[in-house]
């Protein structure tokens, strides 16, 4: 078997043997049955096999799907507008968990609020009713531009009747 570090791929003899040399890269070693299943599980778990002075080494795992592998550096890197992509998706995500905790808030408060507006409220409806306008109000507050730093409210816990 043989490994090539710049394209993190394996080429079994098979392979060398039907394939132009021209198209094999330039940094194909011979590799034994140990570094195989090594870099096999290393590649498939989100790291980097890199040489360092002739000697293969294999990376922490890529931190997230936005740090790639500086090969000058031998390290994972995030780029400036990787960051900022990161930061918008992550306001995204905030916005979305909001949107979608205030809609299921209204789908438990409509029903309390019906009951309340029609005297028809029980003790525990009323006090439910208070609890998740408190929870929405809590929602509608949250600077979702601080994401990932936000602490989210609880949702009100459902009481035995």
């Known amino acids: ?3 090539s570090v710049n394209t993190q791929s394996f080429y079994d003899d098979e392979y060398e043997k039907n394939a132009i040399v021209d198209d094999l890269p330039s940094d194909i070693e011979v590799i034994n049955d140990e570094q195989y299943a090594s870099f096999f ?3 498939n778990s989100d790291r980097v096999v890199y040489l360092v002075a002739n000697e293969y080494n294999i990376s922490q795992p ?3 799907k936005y740090y790639s592998w500086d090969v000058t550096s031998k ?3 995030i780029t ?3 960051l900022a992509q990161k930061s918008a998706d992550l ?3 905030a916005k979305l968990r909001r949107t979608t905790s205030l809609s299921a808030a209204g789908i438990e408060i409509s ?3 019906d009951a309340v507006d029609l005297g028809m409220a029980t003790d525990v409806e009323t006090r439910r009713l208070t609890e998740w306008k408190k929870y929405r109000v809590l929602l509608m507050r949250i600077d979702t531009s601080k994401a990932p730093d936000i602490e989210w409210p ?3 816990v459902e009481q035995a009747s």
């Open 75 to 77: 390290a994972w890197a």
């Open 80 to 82: 400036d507008a990787a």
């Open 111 to 113: 029903p309390l609020q």
């Open 1 to 3: 078997m043989r490994f």
């Open 62 to 64: 890529r931190p997230d």
């Open 41 to 43: 599980n290393a590649i």
């Open 154 to 156: 609880t949702p009100p």
């Open 91 to 93: 306001i995204a995500d």
